[in-house]
């Protein structure tokens, strides 16, 4: 049992990582939840952007233009399949906050987290970037429309503020944090100290996220109907990346499987109010999620040889 233990430390040090943060952060609840409450999580968001731009190779943003099939129908899902996978499973929740809090999940853009998780699992981060990028926008685009839609009460929401907190948290670091690795040659020493920092912003995320969960008997079926929507967007992200690469694969399994949470309780109280009570179990379900999956991959060798390109075209993500 040692023995064993060890070994899963060893190879999923990540997700033991993400474990020990989300237990710290349902145990340790008042200084954790008044740094969430005190703009600790925009931060942390920020902080994990910027690192990981800094781990990603200038020569993999241009293999992005050449992926774009495979970015295009990432992002075509995004906006069709997963918020009717999200509505379809928030049914099991009976109405309330709870149900329209899990019916937002699948309108937020892939969760910034995802990158990160990428990069960990070998997988091509420039292209979880792109997908990253692409599915802010398209949130922008299509969010208040669905929403208005769902909303019983008719209430509209206004972009205006989600743009400017997107921009703020994603838009900003992400831009730094590249143009630092493309035009400062000695940025890219710091590829493996960001990825730590990386990792360890993404731990103390988890643990905040903890602090505001308060779980009661009402979670029973919000944890079911997210554990449904995890893998039902897991499979559609696992079909995506069939005729793709074995990095670009990663990239579109992770993008697709995680969803941004803390966009999600944003548009989820600006149409429905207090409904975003589901929206913390779901940040740490996909947190932990997201680090197993990059250790397994990355046990599983997924980083191709440096220069290896599909079949066709040499394009990452073209079909074979």
């Not at 669905?146 to 509209?156: D, P």
């Not at 590249?178 to 890219?188: E, F, K, M, N, Q």
């Not at 947190?287 to 440096?306: I, K, M, N």
């Given at each position: 049992?040692?023995?064993?233990?060890?070994?899963?430390?060893?190879?999923?040090?990540?997700?033991?990582?993400?474990?020990?943060?989300?237990?710290?952060?349902?145990?340790?609840?008042?200084?954790?939840?008044?740094?969430?409450?005190?703009?600790?999580?925009?931060?942390?968001?920020?902080?994990?952007?910027?690192?990981?731009?800094?781990?990603?190779?200038?020569?993999?943003?241009?293999?992005?233009?050449?992926?774009?099939?495979?970015?295009?129908?990432?992002?075509?899902?995004?906006?069709?399949?997963?918020?009717?996978?999200?509505?379809a499973?928030?049914?099991?929740?009976?109405?309330?906050?709870?149900?329209?809090?899990?019916?937002?999940?699948?309108?937020?853009?892939?969760?910034?987290?995802?990158?990160?998780?990428?990069?960990?699992?070998?997988?091509e981060?420039?292209?979880?970037?792109?997908?990253?990028?692409?599915?802010?926008?398209?949130?922008?685009?299509?969010?208040?429309?669905?929403?208005?839609?769902?909303?019983?009460?008719?209430?509209?929401?206004?972009p205006?503020?989600v743009?400017?907190?997107?921009?703020?948290?994603?838009?900003?670091?992400?831009?730094a944090g590249?143009?630092?690795?493309?035009?400062?040659?000695?940025?890219?020493r710091?590829?493996?100290?960001?990825?730590?920092?990386?990792?360890?912003?993404?731990?103390?995320?988890?643990?905040?996220?903890?602090?505001?969960?308060?779980?009661?008997?009402?979670?029973?079926?919000?944890?079911?109907?997210?554990?449904?929507?995890?893998?039902?967007?897991?499979?559609?992200?696992?079909?995506?990346?069939?005729?793709?690469?074995r990095?670009?694969?990663?990239?579109l399994?992770?993008?697709?499987?995680?969803?941004?949470?803390?966009?999600?309780?944003?548009?989820?109280?600006?149409?429905?109010g207090?409904?975003?009570?589901?929206?913390?179990?779901?940040?740490?379900?996909?947190?932990?999620?997201?680090?197993?999956?990059?250790?397994?991959?990355?046990?599983?060798?997924?980083?191709?040889?440096?220069?290896?390109?599909?079949?066709?075209?040499?394009?990452?993500?073209?079909?074979?």
């Open positions: 049992m040692v023995s064993r233990a060890r070994s899963l430390v060893t190879g999923y040090p990540e997700l033991g990582l993400v474990l020990v943060a989300a237990a710290l952060g349902l145990v340790i609840r008042p200084p954790l939840a008044w740094l969430a409450g005190h703009r600790g999580i925009s931060v942390l968001l920020a902080t994990l952007v910027f690192a990981t731009a800094l781990t990603i190779d200038p020569a993999a943003l241009k293999r992005v233009a050449a992926a774009w099939r495979s970015l295009a129908v990432a992002l075509l899902a995004g906006i069709t399949a997963l918020p009717a996978l999200s509505w499973v928030a049914q099991i929740a009976p109405p309330g906050p709870l149900r329209e809090g899990l019916a937002t999940v699948g309108l937020a853009p892939c969760e910034i987290a995802s990158v990160a998780t990428t990069a960990m699992a070998g997988g981060a420039a292209l979880s970037a792109g997908v990253l990028i692409g599915s802010t926008v398209t949130t922008v685009l299509v969010a208040g429309p669905a929403l208005r839609l769902e909303a019983a009460s008719g209430s509209a929401v206004r205006a503020g743009i400017a907190s997107l921009a703020l948290v994603v838009a900003a670091p992400l831009a590249l143009a630092l690795r493309w035009r400062v040659a000695g940025v890219a710091l590829a493996k100290p960001a990825g730590t920092t990386a990792m360890i912003a993404v731990a103390l995320l988890v643990a905040l996220i903890a602090a505001e969960v308060r779980l009661s008997a009402a979670y029973a079926g919000v944890a079911v109907a997210l554990l449904l929507f995890l893998a039902g967007s897991a499979v559609l992200g696992r079909l995506l990346g069939t005729r793709s690469g990095s670009a694969s990663t990239a399994l992770l993008t697709t499987s995680m969803r941004d949470f803390a966009i999600a309780a944003g548009l989820a109280a600006a149409a429905f207090a409904a975003a009570a589901p929206l913390g179990l779901y940040g740490i379900l996909v947190l932990v999620w997201g680090t197993a999956a990059a250790g397994f991959w990355r046990s599983r060798g997924t980083r191709e040889p440096q220069g290896e390109q599909d079949r066709e075209g040499g394009e990452p993500g073209g079909p074979p």
